[in-house]
């Protein structure tokens, strides 16, 4: 089956264009506003909709293609065979709701498990950053050049305060020695955002010990095409259909917190 991956891109870059300009216009409107897994998990009906503009284009367009959407709308999908587009229609929706800025919209899009294009837009700013895998990361118009490796002691890392807190997925222990040894830490509530961070050097490393694919699918394309290293807090390969933890960051900077301050994934 021949894939145009230049034809999906041109489609996936207008369609999340379109949707960036309805979620925009969406601003003055009333929001209908419901929580999903606990309090702070909100999902708004500017989401749904997103996602189900996203699932009908698809579907006109490619219906071959398979979508895997977090508001629960596209298909029940259990191997990454043929085209998938994993779509995260507001990334932030936190940020979205009480403040109308910090998110994104976030796609990626894999064949047969590989990703091969990868869209994050920050609609507020009309930043589109973009990949085709093989020819560069783009925000915009203009290209991103490749990371160059940093040291911690230079290095700023976003990382939610939660993780160095008593919490139930890691020992608050466990990051905290990284904290004290980086130049900063950030948090911007919004995983695509944060991934953008680390592709155009605005951060060094990003850390969280949960994201799902929608949230990670995009960027990770973007960081390994510049260079860097993206794989779970024990080094791992991330798994496209399940949650992950998560660490993206420049080349070097990885093997060395690994190493240093996540005890290669013994922990």
């Known amino acids: 089956m021949h894939i145009d991956l230049h034809e999906i891109d041109t489609y996936a870059k207008r369609w999340i264009k379109e949707a960036g300009q309805r979620i925009r216009d969406s601003f003055p409107k009333t929001l209908n506003v419901t929580t999903k897994s606990n309090p702070n998990d909100l999902v708004t009906n500017i989401d749904q909709e997103t996602e189900q503009f996203f699932i009908n284009k698809i579907n006109e367009t490619f219906p071959d293609h398979q979508i895997l959407g977090e508001e629960g709308y596209g298909d029940t999908i259990s191997k990454l065979s043929g085209v998938v587009w994993i779509i995260d229609p507001i990334d932030g929706t936190m940020n979205f709701v009480h403040q109308q800025r910090n998110f994104a919209i976030s796609i990626g899009i894999y064949v047969n498990g590989e990703g091969r294009i990868g869209l994050i837009y920050d609609v507020v700013h009309d930043e589109l950053y973009h990949v085709i895998k093989g020819n560069g990361v783009f925000l915009n118009d203009e290209q991103i050049p490749d990371l160059e490796e940093r040291s911690v002691s230079e290095s ?38 944060e991934m953008v961070y680390v592709a155009t050097g ?43 933890s998560v660490f993206v960051s420049k080349p070097g900077l990885h093997a060395d917190i690994m190493q240093n301050f996540l005890g290669n994934g013994k922990w």
């Open 202 to 244: 605005r951060i060094d490393a990003y850390i969280t010990p949960r994201l799902a694919p929608w949230d990670f699918a995009a960027g990770i394309i973007m960081i390994e095409e510049l260079g860097g290293v993206a794989t779970n807090l024990r080094g791992q390969q991330l798994d496209l259909l399940k949650e992950n």
């Open 156 to 193: 700023i890392i976003a990382l939610n305060a939660t993780w160095v807190t008593e919490n139930r997925r890691l020992p608050p222990q466990l990051l905290a020695p990284l904290v004290k040894a980086a130049r900063g830490t950030r948090s911007y509530g919004s995983a695509a955002l």
